[in-house]
């Protein structure tokens, strides 16, 4: 053999000893070989490189969400009135909690200023008179199915009616992916609801197991009651009497 054979020869020996002892040096998992544990220490390994890569390298990726809302014609005026009071109840099985609104005038607000009190936090909005939340140039929000997050009004509440039906489309797009979320609202009539007339109005989407179920009170267009499946939430006390005793949901 010649001398720069020889030379080769001996560094690929020492190599494949030093593979042979760190492969001996691999714990062996319980339940598993020498051989599979290292298989899967490398597919672990392999698999958290490519995760960092992907982490570190590629650039996030943006998703762009719009609403689109049918056409709604509203047929009440805004009838929350500056001096009123709203309390709910929410039950669940986690528990039970109530959330206050009182209703107050604002030189800043042209319509009604709203305080929602939660335990120990509250939240003021200004709503103005067609029912939709002010931003805070004082112009009107574009979208009716905003409120989302104020249990006592919402301005597509203003829309309410026995034939209510309408249609929002949340759309969300990534990366030439477009996905679109259609949420239903129809009315299945008008109830009599805690000595208070009120439209039932069920709501709900695709990704939804059952519609929700609120009750809307015919005169102030506010919420009586709702269903969400995994909660209800019942006005406690308000402006007008409640009489829970006179009639009960279905």
Same mark, same amino acid.
């Not at 607000?109 to 004082?138: F, H, P, R, W, Y």
């Not at 929000?141 to 929002?168: D, H, K, R, T, Y």
């Given at each position: 053999m010649k001398k720069a054979e020889k030379?080769?020869?001996g560094a690929v020996s020492q190599v494949g000893s030093a593979l042979s002892s760190a492969y001996q040096h691999v714990p062996e998992f319980p339940?598993?070989?020498?051989?599979?544990?290292?298989?899967?220490?490398?597919?672990?390994?392999?698999y958290l490189g490519l995760t960092a890569y992907i982490f570190f390298v590629t650039p996030p990726v943006e998703i762009e969400a719009r609403i689109l809302e049918g056409s709604l014609e509203k047929n009440s005026a805004l009838a929350l009135l500056p001096g009123e009071k709203y309390l709910y109840t929410l039950e669940s099985?986690?528990?039970?909690?109530?959330? =206050? +609104?009182?209703i107050s005038s604002s030189p800043s607000c042209a319509g009604v200023l709203v305080t929602e009190a939660?335990?120990? %936090?509250?939240q003021a909005m200004c709503i103005l008179k067609n029912g939709m939340l002010s931003d805070q140039t004082g112009k009107a929000a574009n979208a009716n199915f905003g409120n989302q997050s104020i249990l006592l009004f919402s301005p597509w509440m203003l829309?309410?009616?026995?034939?209510?039906s309408w249609n929002v489309d949340s759309i969300y797009s990534a990366q030439g992916v477009e996905m679109v979320i259609t949420t239903r609202f129809a009315s299945k009539g008008k109830q009599q609801l805690a000595g208070?007339? =009120? +439209?039932?109005?069920?709501?709900?989407?695709?990704?939804?197991?059952?519609?929700?179920?609120?009750?809307?009170?015919? %005169?102030k267009?506010?919420?009586?009651?709702?269903?969400?499946?995994n909660m209800t939430v019942k006005m406690a006390s308000a402006p007008f009497e409640l009489n829970w005793n006179a009639s009960r949901q279905n």
């Amino acid at each position: 053999m010649k001398k720069a054979e020889k030379k080769n020869f001996g560094a690929v020996s020492q190599v494949g000893s030093a593979l042979s002892s760190a492969y001996q040096h691999v714990p062996e998992f319980p339940y598993l070989d020498r051989a599979t544990t290292l298989i899967l220490i490398v597919c672990v390994l392999g698999y958290l490189g490519l995760t960092a890569y992907i982490f570190f390298v590629t650039p996030p990726v943006e998703i762009e969400a719009r609403i689109l809302e049918g056409s709604l014609e509203k047929n009440s005026a805004l009838a929350l009135l500056p001096g009123e009071k709203y309390l709910y109840t929410l039950e669940s099985p986690e528990g039970a909690m109530e959330v =206050a +609104y009182a209703i107050s005038s604002s030189p800043s607000c042209a319509g009604v200023l709203v305080t929602e009190a939660a335990g120990q %936090e509250s939240q003021a909005m200004c709503i103005l008179k067609n029912g939709m939340l002010s931003d805070q140039t004082g112009k009107a929000a574009n979208a009716n199915f905003g409120n989302q997050s104020i249990l006592l009004f919402s301005p597509w509440m203003l829309a309410a009616s026995e034939n209510f039906s309408w249609n929002v489309d949340s759309i969300y797009s990534a990366q030439g992916v477009e996905m679109v979320i259609t949420t239903r609202f129809a009315s299945k009539g008008k109830q009599q609801l805690a000595g208070r007339e =009120a +439209y039932e109005i069920e709501i709900g989407d695709s990704s939804s197991s059952a519609p929700a179920r609120f009750f809307i009170d015919s %005169e102030k267009r506010v919420l009586l009651f709702a269903d969400l499946g995994n909660m209800t939430v019942k006005m406690a006390s308000a402006p007008f009497e409640l009489n829970w005793n006179a009639s009960r949901q279905n």
